[in-house]
Structure formats: C-alpha cells, structure tokens
C-alpha cells in the first residue's frame, strides 16, 4: 500500500515485507521459535524516538511551562517512557523552562444501542483538569485511526491550549479513517506487529525489537 507525502514526511518508511533474520539478534528465548522476522530493530526505534522528542519540544510555543502527557496503555509505555526520558533530559542541557506531567490512561471503545461510536477514556477521572494545558497523546500504533479520532475529539471538548499525538507507528491499511498523528515513528505495513510494549494475549511486550510473529507463535500463544 502506497504512502501519502504527508505520511512519508513525517516518518521512517519501513516498505512492504522487509525485515531482518531473527539470527542477527538477540531474542528470549522463549520467543526464538515464534518470530517470522525483525521489523524494526530495537536501536533505531531509539534513536527514532529521540528524533522525536526534540521535534515535539520544538513545536511547542515558548510561553509553554507545561505539557501533559497521557501515555495510552497498555502499549504505549515503553514508547513513552523513552520519548519522555528523552524531552527531559533535551529540556535539563537547554533554556527550556517547562516540565512535564505524564497521566496513563486507556481509551475503551463501544457501541451504544443505537450503534453510534463511543469513546472512554479511562484512569484520568477528571478530563476538565486538561482545561488551558497542552497535551500530548501518546500511542503505540494507530491501526484504523478511528478511536484515536473520537478521543481527540472528546479530549478537545475541555477546552485544552493544544492537543498533539505521537504515535511510534502507523500501520498502512485500507481499513484507515484517514486519521495521521502530528509525530510518527514508522510507517508500517499491514501485518500484526508485535514488541516494545505492543502485545499478542499479552505475550512478547518484552521483546526489544518490533517484529513480525509467525505461524508457530500465534499458535503457542493463543488464548
């Protein structure tokens, strides 16, 4: 699947069925048998990330003292823990004057009777507290776009200064609302990716590196 010039503009594309062999890394081993191939090695997500952070601090507006970041579970969590590791520490050898505050939250998708779209946005118990701060969302993937597309639009009812999302990646699907976050990690392609934080029945979040699983290991680890 073709990627847009916004999308390629803001990100690293990883191109349809690439990937490294499993023998050039280290995996646990008891995921050694389970994985089809490296998608993006553990090193380079890093050194993403880092990219990353520095381009956010710089998109925020100098009278800025505060960001709320709200780190989406479960998968999110590595990815925000490096991308904030990383602003503070940019923040700590600058003028920056800023701090940041990091919320964790999930957001729950429904359907209510009538089969209209809903989103929850569950661990902030007060989403008027957002109200004058600016905010970044921070997420894993973005698959469809569209719960990510309500819960902007929820978030933005409070009246917050700026709303942002990072995502480490996005997947490239015809399934897609059209939705493309402010940062990007990677483009990717439509398979089930899993690692660094992202999981299959809670298995391989562990993982360093962001890979493809296998045959095998849909099997093993299924539920």
């Known amino acids: 699947m073709s990627v847009s010039p916004e999308v390629a503009a803001k ?6 069925k690439s990937g ?29 990330t880092h990219k990353l952070a520095v ?8 009278e800025c ?11 999110g969590y590595k990815f925000c823990s490096e991308l904030v590791d990383t602003m503070e520490t940019h923040i700590c050898s600058s003028d920056i004057n800023m701090s940041i505050k990091v919320e964790f939250i999930r957001l729950k998708s429904y359907q209510n009777v009538s089969s209209t779209g809903e989103i929850q946005v569950i661990g902030l118990s007060d989403l ?12 894993d993937i973005i698959d469809t776009g569209k719960t990510m597309t309500k819960a902007l639009k929820l978030i933005n ?9 990072a995502s480490l990646l996005l997947k490239r699907t015809d399934k897609s609302c059209g939705y493309i976050p402010d ?27 962001i890979a493809i699983i296998n045959d095998a290991g849909i099997e093993h680890f299924k539920v």
């Open 20 to 48: 490294y062999d499993t023998n050039m890394f280290n995996i646990p081993v008891k995921y050694a048998n389970f994985l089809d191939k490296i998608l993006i090695p553990n090193g380079l997500v890093k050194d993403r």
């Open 157 to 165: 009812e409070y009246s917050p200064a700026s709303v942002q999302c």
């Open 11 to 16: 990100c690293l594309v990883i191109p349809d």
């Open 65 to 75: 003292k505060g960001l709320v970041v709200l780190c989406v579970l479960k998968g």
């Open 128 to 139: 008027s507290t957002l109200a004058g701060k600016h905010v970044l969302i921070v997420e």
């Open 55 to 62: 381009d956010i601090l710089g998109t925020l507006p100098a």
């Open 183 to 209: 940062f990007i990690g990677f483009s990717c392609p439509d398979e089930f990716v899993l690692g660094y934080g992202l999981d299959y029945n809670e298995f391989f979040r562990d993982l360093p590196h």
